[in-house]
């Protein structure tokens, strides 16, 4: 709820919802971590996510991504690569980008082909967000030439 | 040991339906709520992912008590929940806890009834017999001894900065306002020492 809707509401109005938020422990809703986040994405490019959305990862709640990534380690084992590339790509996946590919990134950000990102988003992206983002940053430089 | 608000309500709506025979206790350990599957019979769950009208994604819990309807249910699922628009590949089956399985089913309504599902359980009850399941008027006992709002909010706050561990559902919705005076009175003394 936005603070602005929240300041207005009625006494009693924000003191139930209270009751009804304090019914659950707390952190029951706490937000994926980003080691979650970038399994998700790796085993989603990865084809083992079938019915995910990228824009979805944003959103999850950390039990939300244990279930997904339940899911996936089930499907690792019926998917068409083998157990062991799988589990490969998802470590070259989820390492930290390069110092090279950082580079690039913040030359894509300069030169305005990239939204800007703050610092400690750049030093902890993942190799395959960062390929991401560089793919994106170099097809927005095309479209601009 | 105490049961979730949930399973509580699981446990008289399975009476009230006669899955749970009407002299059975309240369970007291959990080996006795996994006991309680001698009365009903092995439920089939499964997880499932649904989309909103919106697109949101969300997880569903349905629990039946025959693997063969179990995908039928699944495809129902935008006819029994309201909330669901859409279901999505993303699926998993898995064996839960019995009261917490009969709480899924209930959850879902009347909808979920299926002559074919309840034949595969031991005893033979008729649908009237396991509306009243789904009919039955459930009040949740207010303890006197609960922890009061501002104290639940202060055991948030310290264990949201990390001064205590986190405290699992069943726990949470059982405290007693003395547990969380000490549990708060712990956390001042550690920090004053």
């Keep these: 709820m936005p603070p602005e809707v929240w300041s207005r509401l009625p006494e009693e109005e924000s003191r139930s919802l209270v009751e009804a938020a304090l019914r659950n422990p707390p952190r029951t809703f706490i937000s994926a971590t980003l080691e979650q986040k970038n399994l998700l994405r790796s085993d989603l490019a990865q084809g083992l996510l079938d019915g995910l959305r990228y824009e979805d990862i944003g959103e999850l709640t950390s039990d939300e991504a244990k279930i997904l990534l339940s899911i996936s380690e089930e499907r690792r084992w019926t998917a068409e690569r083998k157990f062991r590339q799988i589990i490969r790509k998802e470590d070259d996946d989820t390492r930290l980008a390069t110092p090279e590919q950082l580079k690039q990134i913040r030359q894509l950000i300069r030169e305005r082909h990239l939204r800007p990102l703050s610092g400690d988003t750049l030093l902890k992206i993942s190799n395959l967000s960062a390929k991401r983002l560089i793919w994106r940053g170099e097809m927005n430089r095309r479209s601009t030439e | 040991m105490n049961l979730t608000f949930r399973q509580k309500e699981a446990f008289f709506r399975g009476k009230a339906a006669g899955f749970i025979p009407e002299n059975c206790p309240l369970p007291e350990t959990e080996e006795e709520i996994d006991s309680l599957f001698q009365h009903f019979g092995p439920m089939f769950s499964r997880i499932v992912g649904c989309r909103t009208k919106q697109g949101k994604l969300f997880f569903a819990t349905v629990s039946v008590f025959s693997e063969s309807y179990l995908d039928e249910a699944v495809r129902r699922l935008p006819e029994l929940l309201n909330k669901a628009n859409e279901v999505t590949p993303l ?103």
């Design chain 2, 91 to 193: 699926q998993k089956d898995f064996f839960g806890s019995p009261l917490d399985e009969l709480a899924n089913y209930f959850a879902l309504g009347h909808g979920i009834l299926n002559e074919e599902d309840l034949a595969a359980r031991k005893s033979k009850l008729t649908l009237p017999e396991i509306r009243r399941g789904f009919d039955a008027e459930y009040e949740p006992e207010e303890k006197a001894d609960a922890a009061s709002m501002e104290q639940r909010i202060a055991l948030s706050n310290l264990i949201i900065n990390g001064s205590l561990p986190m405290i699992d559902r069943r726990e949470w919705e059982n405290l007693t306002g003395k547990e969380a005076d000490e549990l708060i009175r712990s956390i001042i003394t550690k920090q004053e020492g």
